[in-house]
């Protein structure tokens, strides 16, 4: 179990237990949830504490309030917890002030109290040790459930654990799961393993890049990203989206793969359109014949067959960031077809990154991939094979 202390480790019974959820859910203008995930994922652990005669203090920043302000209220997501669990969530009407700490004082086995959003404390992402003795007096038990927030050094999140032992804090089940997905990932990989890479930029996953590349056995290469690494190859790419002090980089990445023996491939057409918006004229092009002043805006539909049969015989999938801009519909379908053939697959497939699994859901597959991370930055930093803040203090002491 990656050495990471487990809800099921510890002694829970009638226990008043902190849980540090991810409830940054996406709100529309009216503040209605419109993608409840998060929210979903944590009712294994809620549940779990519940069966365990446990009384419940539930805590999340929601979005980055500068000051306490009602739009930023956990109360729609203790509302929608409550409905999804059919039972009451009471909620605090502050974090560490005088109605939190009463509500938690007083709360009883079997109830749930949810905090205010941790951020109105500005102590929450300064690692405030106060903050975190606060939050911490309040319960027994700590236990992360949070993975989207772990590679960050927040007090609900780093300070915290400093005021618990190993017997008294560990990490619940989205988060053991979480842990589990990317680590199997990097250690032990069903072969073939193909990493599937999109989204805008080189640089944002260039450190993933460079810690996937000897594990893989094909890497695919689409999204904005892949214009840098055609114009490492020469290719005229037009005015699509290029990070001209990484074609360096680029060129360093495709000969690394060569000397590994990692099959890298890149789209050999693409959607072109002379702006990136919905009205805009487009047309396919081959990869080498983008006109100068237009942008490549999605993979075509020869390097959708291409990826494909790439993919056909993976045993691994892991796949972060759209292949085109998906926001727009014309450009969409590069991003829809591979979900498709992603989702289709026999293999064990990842998805990492909000964006990613924005085009999944659309594509309407989530049901159909193994796992979906709730964590965009969190996730990428774990497959980069970096140790996270949130995780390292519950990792299991190994005393020599
Ligand atoms: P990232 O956050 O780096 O994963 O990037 C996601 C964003 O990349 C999405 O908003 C897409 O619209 C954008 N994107 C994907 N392909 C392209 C492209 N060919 N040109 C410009 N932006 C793109």
């Not at 902190?18 to 993608?35: A, K, S, Y």
């Not at 990484?246 to 072109?272: C, H, M, N, S």
Request: with cysteine; net charge neutral; hydrophobic share 40%.
């Amino acid at each position: 179990m990656d050495n990471i202390i487990s809800i099921k480790d510890i002694d829970l019974n009638q226990k008043k237990v902190f849980i540090r959820c991810d409830f940054n859910v996406p709100q529309d203008d009216f503040l209605n949830i419109t993608d409840d995930r998060r929210i979903r994922s944590a009712i294994p652990t809620i549940r779990y504490c519940l069966d365990n005669k446990c009384s419940i203090i539930l805590a999340s920043h929601l979005g980055r309030p500068k000051e306490i302000s009602s739009k930023y209220s956990l109360e729609p997501i203790a509302k929608r917890l409550s409905n999804l669990i059919n039972k009451e969530v009471l909620l605090a009407k502050d974090v560490i002030g005088e109605d939190a700490k009463k509500k938690a004082s007083e709360l009883k086995s079997g109830e749930i109290l949810m905090l205010e959003n941790l951020r109105f404390e500005k102590g929450e992402t300064k690692n405030d040790e106060n903050l975190a003795k606060e939050l911490a007096s309040m319960a027994q038990i700590y236990i992360n459930d949070a993975f989207g927030v772990c590679h960050r050094s927040h007090a609900s999140v780093e300070a915290i654990t400093r005021f618990f032992d190993d017997k008294t804090k560990c990490a619940g089940f989205l988060l053991q799961k979480e842990i589990n997905f990317a680590s199997n990932l990097i250690k032990h990989p069903t072969r073939p393993f193909v990493a599937v890479v999109g989204g805008s930029k080189v640089s944002g996953k260039l450190q993933a890049l460079t810690n996937l590349l000897p594990k893989v056995d094909k890497l695919i290469i689409g999204g904005g990203m892949a214009f840098t690494f055609l114009k490492a190859q020469g290719f005229n790419i037009g005015n699509s989206l290029l990070e001209e002090e990484l074609i360096e980089e680029a060129q360093k990445i495709l000969q690394r793969g060569k000397e590994l023996g990692v099959k890298i491939y890149l789209p050999v057409d693409v959607v072109a359109a002379p702006s990136c918006s919905a009205d805009a004229v487009m047309k396919f092009t081959p990869a080498q014949e983008i006109p100068s002043n237009w942008m490549g805006l999605d993979i075509g539909p020869a390097s959708v067959r291409l990826f494909k049969e790439v993919i056909a015989d993976a045993q691994t999938i892991w796949w972060n960031g759209p292949m085109g801009v998906f926001e727009i519909d014309k450009f969409s379908k590069g991003s829809i077809k591979m979900s498709h053939y992603i989702s289709e697959s026999h293999a064990t497939t990842v998805i990492g990154g909000g964006d990613t699994a924005d085009v999944v859901a659309r594509a309407g597959d989530a049901d159909e991939v193994t796992f979906i991370s709730t964590g965009g930055g969190a996730s990428l930093e774990l497959i980069e094979g970096k140790e996270l803040p949130g995780i390292k203090p519950l990792r299991i002491k190994v005393y020599e």
